[in-house]
């Protein structure tokens, strides 16, 4: 009786949906089958429709261990996993925060085959042991796409990109382009640029970063400076900064010895302190504050001869650029280099803390002159080296064509000409 009552119930579904077809004048009956078949889903090269797919997040207090024991791997296999994959991936270094995927199969079992740990947008991990196990690290292609940008600034630099919608990094990128000759903390309202640069893309859409800034255009005070990114050390591969006239942008020492910090006390001999009833005592270095923690770069390129820890300067580092200067770096709250150590400009020697004689966390840069405390906002600081003659003439051809499209970008917002 149910069976029959199944059947007739089926007989009228099918009666009905053939009337409505008819009524809507729809021709399609055969081909339904064929157009349902989904899609062939590809992913980090793995057919997704060969498994059940499961696509999370690490959360925290997740072990790879946890996850597999939940998708029917037992312990033995995720040790034998780990043991055979620990050179290329230390699975306790899953990251909260990070996807990742896991292929089961598709049988009633439902076993976890792959698993795919995205390390970055870019980088991810494959750990495959279907059958035997096999562990890849492998990129996700980019895409690059060439984009220019302007902008008139009315406060801060970042102010006129985030009006402008534009991305961060590429200010960050202008600001080290430009950090020897624009202080960007004193810009003025009117001051403009334009910049071509290309931005690399996953997955087609997706942002991941900013490969590199070709060229641009900054008017400080009314004062163009051009940018025009050139390869200067073949051996190296080594790329500057050189204006239209190839001069490189870059001096052979940073003008801070930490990024977005504030200067809270400038070399002073005068200065006078309540504290010590309003005594004279002189200031030889420049204070840098920032949060403890915050990464202290060398200024110049040169060899640490001091790296310890004494009376007021607390851990402190010290390096010799040339016969001519060093540079000292006072109340670390640790030093990352030690002393005989070479280090290139830029490089991250120490931390900020508050060792020593401070009262709150900064860094006492000083600058040594020829043995004696200067003041280095009041050196003329050596330039690096201008681009070499025989390279002239093809930077001229280079550059020549960015320029031209340089110039006839127009300011956003629009100029009216
Ligand atoms: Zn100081």
Known sequence: MKQIGYLLLLVIVVFSCKKEKKEAKIVVPEKVEEEKAPPVLMEYGYVLNDFNVVKDTIR??????????????TRAKVFEITNKIKDTFNVARIRAGKPYMLLKSKDTTEKAQVFVYQNNKIDYTVIDFRDSIIVSKKKKPVKLVEKTAS???????????????LNFLVAYNMSDIYAWTIDFTRLQAGDRFKVMYTEKFIDDTIPAGIDQIKASYFEHRGKPIYAFRYQDDSINGGF???DEEANNLRRAF??????????????????RIKYYGNK?????GTDFAAPIGTPILATADGIVTKSERRGGNGKYVKIRHNASYD??????SRQ????????????????????????????CYRFWKNGKEVDPFKQDLPASKPLADSLRPAFNNHIEPLKTTLDSILFEPKEIL
């Open 60 to 73: 925290s207090g997740d072990s790879f261990g946890a996850i597999m024991d939940n998708h029917g791997i």
């Open 240 to 242: 500057d900064y050189f």
């Open 336 to 363: 990352a280099v030690k002393a005989g150590q070479f280090v290139r400009q830029g490089d991250v020697i120490g931390y900020i803390g508050m060792t020593g004689n401070t009262s709150g966390p900064h860094v």
């Open 151 to 165: 902008g008139v600034i009315n406060s801060s630099l970042m102010q006129t990109f985030d009006d402008l919608d």
């Open 254 to 271: 940073l003008r801070a010895p930490v990024k977005f910090s504030r200067i809270s006390s400038r070399y002073n001999l005068r200065r």
């Open 327 to 332: 540079t000292q770096y006072l109340h670390m």
């Open 280 to 284: 004279i005592r002189p200031h030889r």
